[in-house]
């Protein structure tokens, strides 16, 4: 796992969409609000609320700088944002399949995880939370060779 090479460069790099931290905004909310009712009502305490709210919202900007998605001309990396660090890395000679998974929330906030399937069926790199995920996924396609056996049907395989 290493920086990409001299013949190889970086087509697409990417992070997790804001989008896909809509379940931490919630709860943001909830807990900021909480700390309004009690300043509201004159209850001790409200600030501790407040404060909450402002640490899940800075966890937001932690959490989607921690993944690092990168698509090169040899191969898809997912890289530690923070350290540099590859935590996975797929060569395209490697792959077995492409797939898009959306469940209908993460399709109505336009969001997705591309999943590369590896030859040995036991690893996979998974680019979770990215805005338009089919974008990425034919340009992933269009960066394999016609024999890949992702281009194959299953009964190929």
């Given at each position: 796992m290493s920086e990409p090479g001299d013949s190889e460069r970086i087509l697409w790099m990417g992070y997790p969409s804001w989008g896909h931290f809509t379940w931490l905004y919630f709860f943001s909310?909830?807990?900021?609000l909480r700390g309004f009712?009690?300043?509201?009502?004159?209850?001790?305490?409200?600030?501790?609320?407040?404060?909450?709210?402002?640490?899940?919202?800075?966890?937001?900007?932690?959490?989607?700088?921690?993944?690092?998605?990168?698509l090169t001309s040899k191969r898809v990396i997912l890289r530690n944002g923070?350290?540099?660090k590859d935590m996975a890395s797929v060569d395209f000679a490697k792959f077995k399949s492409v797939e898009v998974m959306?469940?209908?929330?993460a399709r109505m906030l336009?969001?997705?995880t591309v999943v590369v399937q590896c030859e040995d069926s036991t690893r996979?790199?998974?680019f979770r939370g990215i805005?338009?995920?089919e974008?990425?996924?034919?340009?992933?396609?269009?960066?394999?060779p016609p024999s890949s056996p992702v281009f194959q049907s299953p009964s190929e395989r």
């Open positions: 909310l909830w807990t900021g009712f009690l300043l509201r009502i004159g209850f001790p305490g409200w600030e501790i609320w407040v404060v909450g709210a402002i640490i899940l919202l800075g966890l937001v900007v932690v959490l989607r700088y921690w993944a690092k998605y990168l923070y350290s540099g959306q469940g209908p929330i336009g969001i997705g996979s790199v998974r805005k338009d995920p974008v990425i996924e034919t340009k992933l396609r269009a960066l394999l």
